[in-house]
Nanobody, 118 residues
């Protein structure tokens, strides 16, 4: 089970930190990621981290502004979001997957946390 926290409302240019905790065992989980979905738009992959080698990957739209990190062997993942923009407004979801590389599958999803930037 994945549980997110840390969403909220912030003015443009501000910062928020999202957290995600994985409880229970998830077989073959090697990647943790953050996605977001804005109203009327498709779900977008924002950032992901390989929990074994800690390699990180970011969408171009958030590079240099967002940072993903992990703790406790990937059972806890955070997304530090700086210099937020109105277009970052969305529901953010944490996800656990088999691989951050091509062919990886997402195994579990959190319930989502709302981020609103005005």
């Amino acid at each position: 089970q994945l549980v997110e926290s840390g969403g909220g409302s912030v003015q443009a240019g501000g910062s928020l930190r999202l957290s995600c905790t994985l409880s229970g065992n998830l077989y073959n989980r090697n990647c943790m990621g953050w996605f977001r979905q804005a109203p009327g738009k498709e779900r977008e992959e924002v950032a992901k981290i390989d929990t074994f080698i800690e390699a990180t990957f970011y969408a171009d739209s958030v590079k240099g502004r967002f940072t993903i990190s992990q703790a406790d062997y990937g059972n806890r993942v955070a997304l530090e979001m700086n210099n937020l923009r109105a277009e970052d407004t969305a529901t953010y979801y944490c996800a656990a997957g088999t691989s951050c590389g091509h062919g990886g599958q997402w195994l579990a999803w959190g319930q989502g946390t709302q981020v609103t930037v005005s």
